[in-house]
């Protein structure tokens, strides 16, 4: 008769950290290393520069948001429908300097996460956008025709990490030049792209810039346990003990 090599309690013990794997694995979320929620009633430093002033209105209207809290709105006026072949009065570029935001390093695993919301018409598509040198502007597109929004409701939408420089590029930059940006980053903010010449509002919530959970430490741990537990057991399942 061919023996177990192991009894019923180091069985039990592995397939009980086992579970405990699955649900720790399954209860990670990424890190918040910096987020503006707007809750304190102000713009938090963002703007709408430039030309897009005259089209353009910021405002917080202090309900509304996540949790019914305050909110960035980003309000486009009603132009004429022409202007969307040539561009003028039909995007929005909402903006903040990072020294307002977060003035620590800005590392190649972040990426940028917010709550979004289209109270009239669904956008043609919305972008993070930063720059770190004058003449450069790196984008992600976040969404775009195509997608879906939670009707009017809030949706999160999400970056590419800053890792894959080549989801940021805007056609004439290396990835020596997205680094050395980053390193030197100056603002961020969202561009939004109108879907319809009527007056447009959107909403920007819970802006955060984000960081990966490091799982392999958490699954090393475990793995950890479940050997050293298994050692134990067996020891306690030998014969004559």
């Not at 490091?214 to 003990?241: F, Q």
Request: hydrophobic content about 40%; aromatic content about 12%; overall charge negative.
């Amino acid at each position: 008769m061919t023996q177990r090599s192991t009894c019923p309690a180091v069985r039990l013990a592995v397939a009980a950290v086992s579970i405990n794997l699955v649900l720790a694995t399954a209860c990670l979320a990424d890190a918040i290393v910096a987020q503006e929620d707007w809750n304190d009633g102000t713009l938090a430093g963002w703007s709408a520069p430039g030309a897009q002033a005259s089209w353009v209105t910021l405002s917080n209207p202090g309900s509304g948001g996540i949790d019914d809290t305050g909110y960035l709105n980003i309000e486009l006026d009603a132009t004429d429908p022409v202007n969307e072949l040539t561009g003028d009065e039909w995007w929005a570029l909402a903006r903040v300097n990072v020294a307002d935001f977060y003035t620590g390093e800005w590392k190649t695993d972040y990426y940028i996460q917010f709550d979004f919301e289209a109270l009239d018409d669904p956008p043609d598509y919305v972008q993070v956008r930063w720059s770190g040198q004058p003449t450069r502007v790196w984008r992600d597109t976040v969404f775009t025709t195509g997608d879906s929004l939670n009707g009017t409701n809030w949706t999160t939408l999400r970056s590419d990490s800053f890792e894959n420089w080549s989801s940021w590029n805007y056609g004439g930059g290396t990835e020596a030049q997205f680094l050395a940006d980053l390193a030197s980053i100056d603002w961020i903010g969202i561009y939004i792209w109108r879907g319809d010449s009527s007056l447009q509002q959107y909403g920007i919530d819970s802006f955060s810039l984000m960081v990966p959970e490091p799982a392999e430490w958490l699954l090393a741990t475990i793995a950890l346990v479940v050997s050293g537990h298994s050692v134990r057991r067996r020891r306690k399942c030998r014969p004559g003990r």
